[in-house]
């Protein structure tokens, strides 16, 4: 029975990357290799100020004397930091006087990815900060939202006009201290997102961020930095795509998100990196940190992820919720396919009294696939009456794919309350076949269950962003599920 | 409609249908009865396309079509409903989203605009009505928690929603109570027309009061070993198996006899 299942699954799963588009854009790009050097050579090419020069040398310097970390449920194979390139931008002027000036190559990449940089997305009310390779294209809205005081801009920008609000946070929820990865980045950091919400202010529309890599051997290594002032409000979307490659690439990135008295972070991502073919050749390695702080009482920080892509995953987005009454979030679908690898999960780090977090955490394994979730809830000593409540799912489908589950829970405070609940399920052959006796596809049976499954989620999502990752979802199983 | 002939099946190399001939006509309504483990729900998900069960030998022509060729969700859609005599769980997936999707295939495959929400909530209320099933049971996923009769009356209820024209259901009266199994069978006598024609499935005699049926089959080993009219039926109430079992054996040895 399994054998028949795994045939169809194998049917069912074979859907292919629908991003995997090479775009024809002129590209400046610095020699391969790391070394000082080129650490110097990114921070002049960005005209950056002293301080941001050292902060990278001061990471670099660290990093040479780290070791890559390893991981039981992840097979990485070594990365040569030699042969990637650090650098590298479309290369255009500056800026744009109106936008039949954006090369039109990379225009209609914009298209085929359908974020459109025009009216369409006006009329959605999405702001859009579009980071391809290094550096960031366009950023649009920006004058709706600095009337409200909003800072959204690229990271290169926001290091040049806002150097005191960038030299105050950066680094200061992720050190690069922290990891291998975030000292990489902190060293070598392109491009990225900056935001900044003033007190009292309800941000009124989605912020939107899309990354690209496109150009070959790239490593992409941006830099997320999203304050949210006293009693203010943000919701801000990231989705992610590559074209398809056959060697690997890597993808370092770094986000801190801080919560100020009464604020309140959504951060969602749909990531859809290009996960490698069949065979499990190429793809994007995803080493992502990403945390965020509850830095006043009564701030909340929510996570919502939607991981399709990527050849390796290792992400755990996090919250230190260090206010008092502060809550932390994290929902997530992680869905591992062919030969793709994902170790993802989150932290919660109790440390203000009646903290609270919450974790949902829904994983789908198809073909060949490991799919583990690791998440660790941290209550210390003076956290007074925190609650934590933890839901990790598992849906397998097929025998050839393997689901991991690792909670740790560390409680220094006898008042705490934490609940942890986990289930492993499977698409069974005869739910399928139930489906199909009602006129039902096996590929929309499939599609009908994972979203079921998945549903909690995806309603964290922003509505537009919903349908985008239930399309996603499906295109990702095309193919495989029995 | 429906012509069975000389059909074989086997599972994992065991033959379980040894050459079942069987001839169904619109308008008709035929019961299957037959000791445990003889072959009944066989038969009934090999019509319904289940691909576990091997076809080893025969035919079954549908509406002048190659029923054997087609998929399981294309039989469906071409009218072949199967009321499951275990109805299966599928947690998370909730009733309206699950039968909305049906009968929007169904649609399809006639070349129909799939219905609009509010449509089909009308619709499904009207269905509700008639199989008098609890409102709050489509709210809820597909069978989970389901109570045993529940499972069964949900069963009729996706039967009146996608109108097949050729229903089979298997042992859809077992575990219903007396006012539910009379309930079940009305809907099926509603539902019934001069074009379609339904395969009841039982072990009880009792069914066959509230939906009568043209002819009684007896499944043994694989094998329809009699045919009659509903008086078979009381009959085997009355005696059992027994003599039909004994009565088929010694038939196998070449002797032909009655009981
Ligand atoms: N998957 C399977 N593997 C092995 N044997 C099977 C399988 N499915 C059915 N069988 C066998 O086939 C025979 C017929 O089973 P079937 O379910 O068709 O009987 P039935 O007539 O419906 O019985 P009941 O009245 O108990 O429902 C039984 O002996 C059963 O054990
Ligand atoms: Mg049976």
Known sequence: ?482 | MLKITNLRTSINGKEILKGIDLEVKAGEVHAIMGPNGSGKSTLASVLAGRDIYEVTEGTVEYEGEDLLDLTPEVRARKGIFLGFQYPIEIPGVSMASFLRTAVNEHRKFKALAPLSASDFLKIMREKKEMVEIDSNLTNRSVNEGFSGGEKKKNEIFQMALLEPKLAILDETDSGLDIDALRIVANGVNKLKTAENATIVITHYQRLLDYIVPDFVHVLYNGRIVKTGTKELAFELEERGYDWIKKESDLKLNGEDVKI
């Open chain 1, 1 to 482: 029975m399994s054998e028949i299942q795994d045939d169809i699954l194998n049917e069912v799963t074979s859907g292919e990357y629908k991003y995997g588009f090479v775009s024809d854009i002129d590209t400046e790009t610095i020699p391969k290799g790391l070394n000082e050097d080129v650490v110097r050579l990114i921070s002049l090419k960005k005209n950056e100020p002293e301080f941001m020069l050292e902060f990278r040398l001061k990471a670099f310097r660290f990093w040479q004397t780290m070791k890559m970390p390893k991981w039981p449920h992840l097979k990485i194979p070594e990365i040569n930091y030699q042969d990637i390139i650090f650098y590298a931008a479309p290369r255009q002027q500056a800026k744009y006087a109106s936008l039949d000036e954006v090369d039109p190559e990379l225009r209609a990449t914009f298209d085929k990815l359908g974020i459109p940089l025009d009216e369409q997305k006006i009329l959605s009310g999405v702001a859009v900060d579009v980071v391809m390779d290094s550096i960031s294209v366009k950023t649009t809205f920006k004058e709706t939202l600095a009337e409200l005081g909003i800072i959204f801009c690229s990271m290169s920008e926001a290091v040049k006009e806002y150097p005191d609000l960038v030299k105050k946070y950066l680094g200061t929820v992720v050190p690069y201290t922290d990891n291998y990865f975030a000292a990489l980045n902190s060293a070598v950091f392109s491009d990225g997102s900056f935001c900044y919400i003033p007190k009292g202010v309800r941000c009124p529309m989605e912020l939107s961020t899309y990354f690209r890599i496109n150009a070959a051997n790239t490593g992409q290594f941006e830099r997320t930095l999203l304050i949210a002032d006293d009693e203010s409000y943000v919701s801000y979307l990231e989705g992610c795509t590559a074209p398809m490659r056959d060697e690997n690439q890597l993808h370092a990135a770094v986000v801190e998100l801080i919560a100020m008295e009464r604020a309140e972070i959504k951060y969602s991502t749909v990531q859809n990196w290009y996960p490698g073919d069949k065979n499990g050749k190429g793809g994007i390695f995803n080493f992502v940190t990403k945390r965020g702080i509850c830095k006043g009482n009564y701030s909340k920080i929510s996570w919502t992820q939607v991981e399709t892509g990527s050849a390796i995953t290792w992400k755990y987005p996090s919250c230190i919720l260090r206010g008092d009454h502060t809550t932390g979030e994290f929902y997530s679908v992680a869905v591992t396919n062919n030969y793709q690898q994902a170790d993802t999960g989150t932290k919660m780090m109790h440390i203000g009294k009646n903290s609270k977090s919450r974790i949902v955490s829904k994983g789908i394994s198809a073909g060949r696939s490991n799919n583990s979730y690791r998440g660790l809830v941290k209550v210390m000593k003076n956290a007074e009456n925190a609650r934590n409540f933890s839901q990790c799912d598992s849906l397998l489908l097929g025998s050839k794919c393997g689901a991991h589950t690792f909670p740790y829970i560390e409680v220094d405070n006898q008042t705490a309350k934490i609940e942890h609940e986990a289930t492993t399920s499977k698409i069974g052959e005869d739910q399928i076949f139930y489906c199909n006796q009602r006129g039902i596809s096996t590929e929309d049976a499939v599609g009908l269950i994972v979203n079921g499954y998945v549903r909690e989620v995806i309603n964290q999502l922003p509505m537009e962003f919903a349908v985008e990752a239930q399309k996603l979802l499906q295109i990702s199983l095309e193919g495989s599920v029995g």
